[in-house]
């Protein structure tokens, strides 16, 4: 059972409606003065909740986006309201050798996110607090609820295509959208973050204070070096923003994929999009869906022109286009699929009452960096790979996002995230809805043939489309400065009480 609760944050000015998991069927804590020890001792001296495994709350509270990680039982999930429930949420566990992990919106591909210790879940800490040239936020704050906090205020952040994924992965990782070749990466906006470390200090880093730290903190992923309790960000200045959907045939997929590829290394920096060749089941003979979509954040007229020139590229109409002007928060509601629903009802299925959107049951993924377009032979090999060996029931992607533009005027080593010189981010996804020991086996073939097929060409990966097999991860995800990153986990975090499989320093180099 789920219960709601509207959290009001003093001074913000803002009323945030918050989706607070399992907070209606806590247990009866015996220890109510909080000098007690255990985890009623800790539940009693924090203002937010901790839900344990005896609770009905729970099997809804240890959920991520992917259900394949609900086979994961943590010993507590708590959900901490201010950064001071974080550090004695931090001091209890490391005094207490628990293991801990840090959760936001829970989508992180490889389930870093949670584990069989403490979860640590900052989606109470969503607020959203507008300042005269910065906006501070929670690390839970979704980017369904950004966009309508910040819709009064005429300011925006940097978000990526999924309303329900929270900062505390976003912008720690890089955090790519529409907006990143004109305003950079969600990291790049950062100004300040305030974080728990390992000790339980409670610190700001920036560019005068703990610098070192703050250089880490954009774009070396999160789960690494403390809880980030708010990051203070420059809003983007962006009222309005063309939303613009387009397909074609399948018979013109390559031809598309070239034309896309040139028209955004071509394009102003206003334009942002993704191509997506989306095979919904993969059974013998269903046809591919070839869409490209995005935001131009310009006036009408431009985006116009620009799709007539993607027209021109590809050498053949579209078989269907849609673009529309809209306020920013409308056009970014039609960009997440969620132009019909409430913000409620925006929201990931058993977070809320009305929350409609839907979880994935299993998934596999295989995304690099590149930084020339393929030619038309990989072009080729990657669509083919795409169409072959069909299994039923699989759910096949292959996801294509343009990077670049003002992303790219920024040296490699001035922030943690090192790719500078990729223009695109291309992926293969494979999902299933019901999985069985043969299909999930069948899914990560499939992907694991993409990665086959990208390896050899790309130019590096990126830390929050972490693929499920990447040996190498240390050097695609941070190439050079993998070195730099371990110094800072030796300085804030020396005994590597922040982990997940593929943290930083647990290659143990
Ligand atoms: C459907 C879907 C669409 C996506 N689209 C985009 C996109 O368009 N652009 C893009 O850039 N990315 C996109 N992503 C990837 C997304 O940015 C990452 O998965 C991101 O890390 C998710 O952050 P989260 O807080 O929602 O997830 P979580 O799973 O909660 O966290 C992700 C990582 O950050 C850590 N973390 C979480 N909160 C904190 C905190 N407060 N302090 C420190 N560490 C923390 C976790 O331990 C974990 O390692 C998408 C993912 C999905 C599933």
Redesign the pocket.
């Known amino acids: 059972m789920q219960s709601r609760r509207t959290i009001l944050r003093a001074g913000a000015g803002l009323a945030l409606t918050a989706t607070a998991v399992g907070v209606g069927t806590l247990p009866v804590f015996a220890d109510a003065t909080g000098s007690g020890t255990g985890w009623a001792g800790l539940a009693a001296r924090i203002q937010g909740d901790i839900v344990l495994p005896v609770d009905p709350g729970y099997n809804a509270a240890k959920e ?3 259900a394949a990680f609900d086979a994961v039982h943590p010993q507590a999930i708590a959900y901490p309201e201010t950064p001071q429930d974080v550090q004695a949420l931090v001091n209890y566990a490391r005094n207490n050798g628990i293991s801990v ?9 490889n ?4 584990g069989e210790g403490l979860v ?3 989606s109470r ?1 969503n607020h959203a607090t507008v300042g005269t040239s910065t906006v501070k936020i929670g ?2 704050l ?1 980017s369904i609820d950004a966009l309508h906090a910040l819709a009064p205020y005429n300011k925006q952040v940097i ?4 309303p ?7 912008i ?6 529409f907006q990143t070749r004109k305003f950079g ?2 990291s790049d906006r950062l100004r300040s973050a305030q ?1 728990v470390l390992a000790d339980g200090r409670l610190i700001r880093a920036s560019e005068t204070s703990y610098s070192d730290l703050f250089w880490a903190l954009r774009g070396s ?9 708010e990051f203070e960000v420059a809003p983007i200045d962006q009222p309005r923003m063309v939303f613009f959907s387009t397909m074609w045939a399948w018979d013109k997929a390559e031809q598309v994929f070239a034309a896309w590829q040139t028209w955004q290394l071509n394009a102003s920096v206003n334009l942002g999009s ?1 191509l997506i060749y989306n095979l919904p089941d993969a059974a013998p003979g269903n046809v591919p869906m070839v869409i490209i979509t995005g935001g131009y954040h310009g006036p009408e007229s431009e985006a116009q022109a620009a799709l007539a020139q993607l027209t021109s590229l590809v050498g053949a109409q579209p078989t269907s286009t849609f673009a529309s002007d809209l306020p920013y928060a409308d056009a970014m509601k039609t960009a997440y699929g969620c132009g019909d629903l409430t913000q409620e009802q925006c929201h990931r299925e058993g977070t809320g009452a009305e929350a409609h959107l839907h979880r ?1 049951a299993f ?1 596999r993924d295989a995304y690099r960096m590149f930084n020339q377009p393929f030619t038309p032979t990989q072009i080729s090999t990657v669509l083919s790979t795409l169409d072959s060996n069909r299994v039923a029931g699989q759910r096949r992607v292959v996801h294509c ?1 343009a990077v670049g533009g003002n992303a790219n005027n920024v040296s490699p080593t001035a922030t943690a995230y090192v790719h500078r010189q990729a223009n695109f981010v291309i992926g293969y996804v494979g999902q299933l809805d019901a999985p069985t020991p043969e299909s999930e086996a069948a899914a990560s073939a499939f992907v694991q043939t993409g990665a086959d097929v990208l390896n050899p060409i790309s130019n590096g990966a ?5 693929g499920s097999s990447l040996p190498d991860w240390a050097t695609q995800y941070y190439g050079d400065n993998y070195l730099r990153l371990k110094k800072v986990k030796k300085a804030y975090d020396p005994n590597n009480f ?1 982990r ?1 499989p593929r ?1 930083i320093g647990s290659l143990g180099q």
Do not use: E, K
């Open positions: 991520l986006q992917i992990r840090v959760r936001s919106g829970g989508h992180n591909f389930g870093w996110s949670t640590i879940d900052t800490l690390p839970g979704q978000a990526g295509t999924c329900t994924v929270a900062p505390g992965g976003f720690s990782g890089g955090g790519i959208g990466l969600g974080i992923g999160g789960g690494n070096f403390g809880v980030v309790t993704a994935t998934q996002m990126y830390v929050n489309f972490p922040f997940h943290s």
